[in-house]
């Protein structure tokens, strides 16, 4: 089992910045992918980011490239997400999940564990 603890989300206005974190605890030997998924209301669950841990391979949504970058402290067991440069759009609530097996990223049911989500608000 792997548990997962979000903080760092708030409320900024347009052009803010964040950094997300997410704590990973227990067994997380196996852990292939960690990804960031986001869910903003009457919509369903959207892949933000992701990081294929073997080889630090990283995919983003084209809605969020160039402003998020994912990254991993593995001393730390942690992955960030820093969102810079912040919209309206990207108000939602925000989840970091893991997956122990290689799969298409932006697929929330590829991944195995969940954590309960922090939500970002961004004011125009």
């Known amino acids: 089992q792997v548990q997962l603890v979000e903080s760092g989300g708030g409320s900024v206005q347009a052009g803010g910045s964040l950094r997300l974190s997410c704590a990973a605890s227990g067994d997380t030997r196996n852990t292939n992918r960690m990804a960031w998924f986001r869910q903003a209301p009457g919509k369903g669950r959207e892949g933000v980011a992701a990081i294929y841990i073997p080889y630090e391979t990283e995919y983003y949504t084209d809605s969020v490239k160039g402003r998020f970058t994912i990254s991993q402290d593995n001393a730390k067991n942690t992955l960030y997400l820093q969102m810079n440069s912040l919209k309206p759009e990207d108000t939602a609530m925000y989840y970091c999940?893991?997956?122990?097996?290689?799969?298409?990223?932006?697929?929330?049911?590829?991944?195995?564990?969940w954590g309960q989500g922090t939500q970002v608000t961004v004011s125009s």
């Open positions: 999940a893991a997956a122990m097996y290689a799969a298409f990223w932006r697929l929330p049911n590829n991944y195995q564990y």
